[in-house]
């Protein structure tokens, strides 16, 4: 949650271009060892759309996972606060699967567009195990995930 809406905030990439630019400075000083800024700011040429269907319903299901296994909530109420939960997860699944259809009818996927045509080092060391270790029989993470 704190992802999607303090920061990067991925919730808010593409509706201001400050915002943007600020997300590119801070995420190029201190995070491009792990992946270009591209990785959050490739969505803002759908402008905000992506982001509020499927980043934010990804944060309200992240955060509400975890109460569905809590003991103490299922019982509250009677249920009432699990069974809620549960509904509104199923809800925000269902728009995130929206947002997701934006992404995949734009082809925005990390491995092509973030890494032109490679997923990056764990990716890299996913395929050579499997590879090395367990003689293929797993399908490729590099430009493999989305089709396979």
């Known amino acids: 949650a704190l992802w999607v809406f303090v920061l990067p905030g991925s919730a808010w990439i593409g509706s201001s271009t400050t915002h943007d630019a600020q997300v590119k400075e801070i995420f190029e000083q201190q995070f491009s060892l792990f992946a270009p800024s591209s990785i959050i700011l490739k969505y803002n040429i759908l402008g905000p759309m992506v982001e509020f269907t499927h980043a934010v319903p990804g944060a309200v299901w992240a955060i509400l996972a975890p109460l569905q296994l809590n003991p103490v909530a299922r019982k509250k109420d009677g249920g009432l606060i699990h069974k809620a939960a549960g509904r509104l997860m199923l809800a925000a699944a269902a728009t995130l699967m929206v947002g997701y259809s934006m992404i995949d009818a734009n082809s925005l996927y990390a491995d092509?567009?973030?890494?032109?045509?490679?997923?990056?080092?764990?990716?890299?060391?996913?395929?050579?195990?499997?590879?090395?270790?367990?003689?293929?029989?797993?399908?490729?993470?590099?430009l493999g995930g989305v089709r396979v």
């Open 112 to 142: 092509a567009v973030d890494f032109h045509g490679h997923g990056g080092g764990l990716a890299e060391a996913a395929d050579t195990f499997n590879a090395s270790w367990l003689g293929g029989v797993m399908p490729p993470f590099n």
